[in-house]
C-alpha cells in the first residue's frame, strides 16, 4: 500500500483521533487479526510494546505486512466496520471511501501481473523495471506507467539487437521493434499449435502498445499532463506491457 492508501483506512475511513483507533479497545485489536483477517499469528502485544498507541500499533502492521495481508485487513476492517454503520452526515464520505479500499484490495490481492524474474536485457531496462516496482509500491500505478513503458521500448529494441534485426528508423516507436521481431525473428517463424492464431495475437499486440505510447505521452507523469489515468486503468496498462515482456522474454531467449 502506498502512504496514501494507508491514511484512507487510517485517518479518513476509521477517522483516528491522537493514539486511538476507532472502533478499537486493545481487546478488539488483539483479536482483529485473527478474527476477521484469518491472520492468527499477527503479535499485536509485541507491536504495543514497540509502538504504544493502538494506532501507530495498526499502522505499523499495516505497513509491514505483505500486499495479500494487506488486503485481507482492509477487508476485515469492512466486514467489522461496515460503511452505513457510521453516522448518517459521514455515510457518503465512508462510503466513497470504502469503494476506493476495495479497489486497492483487489490490487493488492494478485490482480496484478507479476513483475517476473529479471530480464537477460540492457542495464537501462533493468532500472526501468526496478524503478517501476518501487513507483507500484510507495506511489501507485499511475507513477509506474512511464517507467514500464520505457521498459518495454527497450526490451524490444534489445530483442531486435540481438537477433540482429535491423530497424531502419532510429527512434522508431516500440511498436515498430515488434513487427521486426514477428515477422523476422527465428523463434516466432517456428510452426506449432495454432501458430497462425499466436501471429494474429501479437499482432493485434501492436495496437495495444501505440495505445500505451499515446497513454504515456498524455496521461502519465512521463510529462506535466494535467489529465491522469485512474490506478485502474494505470494497472491495465502496467499489467498488459508485463504480459507481452515476460512472454517476449521467454520465447526469445538463447536458451529456450
Known sequence: MTP???????????????????GF??????????????????????????????K???????AEAAPA?????????????????????????RADAARRLLEVAARLDGLVVSGGERLITTETVQRALADAEGLL???????????????????????????????????APPGNYLTALINEHPKLQVPGPRRDEIKRILRTSNAIIAAVNTIRNNASLAHPN????????????????????????RKLSTDS
Open 137 to 171: 509500491t510507495t506511489s501507485g500505478a499511475v507513477s509506474a506507467v512511464d517507467r514500464v513503458h520505457t521498459a518495454l521500448h527497450g526490451h524490444l529494441r534489445y530483442l531486435s539487437a540481438e537477433a540482429r534485426i535491423v530497424v531502419e528508423q532510429a527512434d
Open 25 to 54: 479497545s486493545y481487546n478488539d485489536h488483539d483479536s482483529f487479526y485473527t478474527q476477521y483477517c484469518d491472520m492468527p499469528g499477527v503479535d499485536v502485544a509485541s507491536g504495543r510494546a514497540r509502538y504504544g498507541s493502538t
Open 56 to 62: 501507530r500499533v495498526f499502522r505499523a502492521i499495516l
Open 226 to 249: 494535467e489529465e491522469l489515468l485512474d490506478e485502474h486503468e494505470a494497472m491495465l496498462v502496467i499489467n498488459l506491457t508485463r504480459t507481452l515482456l515476460q512472454y517476449l522474454d
Open 69 to 93: 495481508e494487506q488486503a485481507r485487513i482492509i477487508r476485515g476492517v469492512l466486514t467489522k466496520f461496515p460503511p452505513e454503520e457510521f453516522a448518517t452526515d459521514d455515510a457518503p464520505k
Open 4 to 22: 496514501a492508501e494507508i491514511d484512507l483506512l487510517v485517518h479518513r475511513y476509521l477517522a483516528a483521533d491522537g493514539g486511538y483507533l476507532f
